[in-house]
T-cell receptor, first 114, second 114 residues
Framework: AQSVTQLDSQVPVFEEAPVELRCNYS??????LFWYVQYPNQGLQLLLKYLSGSTLVKGINGFEAEFNKSQTSFHLRKPSVHISDTAEYFC????????????FGAGTRLAVHP | DTAVSQTPKYLVTQMGNDKSIKCEQNLGHDTMYWYKQDSKKFLKIMFS???????INETVPNRFSPKSPDKAHLNLHINSLELGDSAVYFC?????????????FGDGTRLSIL
């Protein structure tokens, strides 16, 4: 069975500062990895995904993530955040042989302050 | 031209009642899902349908019954509502059941049980 751990429940940061949101996963099979963002009172929106190939993946809104197989991590980064990045961020995995069943982490609340 | 739309957006009702939530997607996707997000923002899959057939059925009380009249619609009926059913319910869809396929989410239905 897969599981996802998001190490920080909340991350406060000042505007224009860099940020890293941490995600670790465990699985006995190959997985695909995703980051989703949820703005207040909205559904989830895909930020980026790792399927195979280059371990550094770029997504929307200037976010990127790096897949590290040896550390079973998929941390999300942005070099300079904006107030509008304030939201809940979810890391998720699906195993390569399943029915696209997403297992989510508990989420990280990113709060960007002026 | 909302991709995944859910109705109603808010649902307030009393314990013991029966209610339904409707979901429609206009993306031409084959696969649809229901997720439950609890008060701590934790997201868990409940059901998945592919071309009107049930393919994922997590450990959910049998008071919850999904129905898919066609591949563009997936409704959720809940009998004898309990306080613990209070949550936000999200509908999602993907191109097919492939685990690399990103899921597209609706804006959620916030269910409150009095």
């Amino acid at each position: 069975a897969q599981s996802v751990t998001q190490l920080d429940s909340q991350v406060p940061v000042f505007e224009e500062a860099p940020v890293e949101l941490r995600c670790n996963y465990s699985s006995s099979v190959s997985v695909y990895l995703f980051w989703y963002v949820q703005y207040p009172n909205q559904g989830l929106q895909l930020l980026l995904k790792y399927l195979s190939g280059s371990t550094l993946v770029k997504g929307i809104n200037g976010f990127e993530a790096e897949f590290n197989k040896s550390q079973t991590s998929f941390h999300l980064r942005k070099p300079s955040v904006h107030i509008s990045d304030t939201a809940e961020y979810f890391c998720a995995v699906s195993d390569s042989g399943g029915y696209n069943k997403l297992i989510f982490g508990a989420g990280t609340r990113l709060a960007v302050h002026p | 031209d909302t991709a995944v739309s859910q109705t109603p957006k808010y649902l307030v009702t009393q314990m013991g009642n029966d209610k339904s939530i409707k979901c429609e997607q206009n993306l031409g996707h084959d696969t649809m899902y229901w997720y439950k997000q609890d008060s701590k923002k934790f997201l868990k899959i409940m059901f998945s349908y592919n071309n009107k057939e049930l393919i994922i059925n997590e450990t959910v009380p049998n008071r919850f019954s999904p129905k898919s009249p066609d591949k563009a619609h997936l409704n959720l009926h809940i009998n004898s509502l309990e306080l613990g059913d209070s949550a936000v319910y999200f509908c999602a869809s993907s191109q097919n059941t492939g685990s690399s396929q990103p899921q597209h989410f609706g804006d959620g239905t916030r269910l409150s049980i009095l």
